[in-house]
């Protein structure tokens, strides 16, 4: 089993920037990919940002060349650094992490902002 637990979310102007980060604890070893979604209130969940186990990563394209996904060498610790927020932004984010068919998620954080 995997626990995941989000911080970083918060409120921030129109292009302003903020850092996300998900710890991850228990079977920690056995993740083979973790990601991002988001959800805006009223819309579907979406898919951000993936980074595999060998550090590949991926992005939305509303993200890309904006959003940054990075895990610390340990690999218990996933990070979003977010760059140029926009109103559309702005949403509940939530990290995933992938074992072996199984996913596990975050409670999420709140990311605000504000133009």
């Known amino acids: 089993q995997v626990q995941l637990v989000e911080s970083g979310g918060g409120l921030v102007q129109a292009g302003g920037s903020l850092r996300l980060s998900c710890v991850a604890s228990g079977s920690i070893f056995s993740i083979n990919a973790m990601g991002w979604y988001r959800q805006a209130p009223g819309k579907q969940r979406e898919w951000v940002a993936g980074?595999?186990?060998?550090?590949?990563?991926a992005y939305a394209g509303s993200v890309k060349g904006r959003f940054i996904i990075s895990r610390d060498n340990a690999g218990n610790t996933m990070y979003l650094q977010m760059s140029s927020l926009k109103d559309e932004d702005a949403a509940v984010y939530y990290c995933?992490?992938?074992?072996?068919?199984?996913?596990?998620w975050g409670q999420g954080t709140q990311v605000t902002v504000s133009s």
């Open positions: 980074i595999t186990r060998s550090g590949r990563t």
């Open positions: 995933k992490a992938s074992v072996y068919g199984e996913d596990y």
